[in-house]
């Protein structure tokens, strides 16, 4: 059985939460992310610096009826590892004994 290449950038379960769903749009507001993940700005801040430094996770600032707004998006190189990082977690979750 080849190795599993689980990503541990994206394996903290937040982070790995965070993947999940900018995967599933081209781009999510911070306050978004934040409100689905249950977590403090600062701790999501934290997680999304983690991110954004290994290049899976893009930051946008704008002003938006004049308040600032931040957007995320996964990079190409993000969704890559996020898709690799799932499949890894299912060839493990194939081999688990239940």
Do not use: N
């Not at 689980?6 to 379960?13: N, Y």
């Not at 290994?54 to 707004?69: D, E, F, I, M, N």
């Amino acid at each position: 059985m080849p190795a599993l290449e689980l990503d541990p950038v994206i394996h903290a379960p937040l982070r790995l939460q965070v993947c999940a769903l900018l995967s599933a749009t081209d781009e999510a507001e911070f306050a978004l992310v934040r409100e689905e993940t249950g977590v403090s700005d600062s701790v999501l801040s934290k997680h999304i610096r983690q991110l954004e430094e290994a290049g899976y996770v893009r930051v946008r600032k704008a002003t938006l009826a004049s308040r600032q707004r931040t957007w995320l998006s996964l990079t190409k190189e993000g969704a890559r590892a996020f898709a690799a990082h799932v499949r890894a977690l299912t060839a493990l979750a194939g081999v688990a004994k239940a």
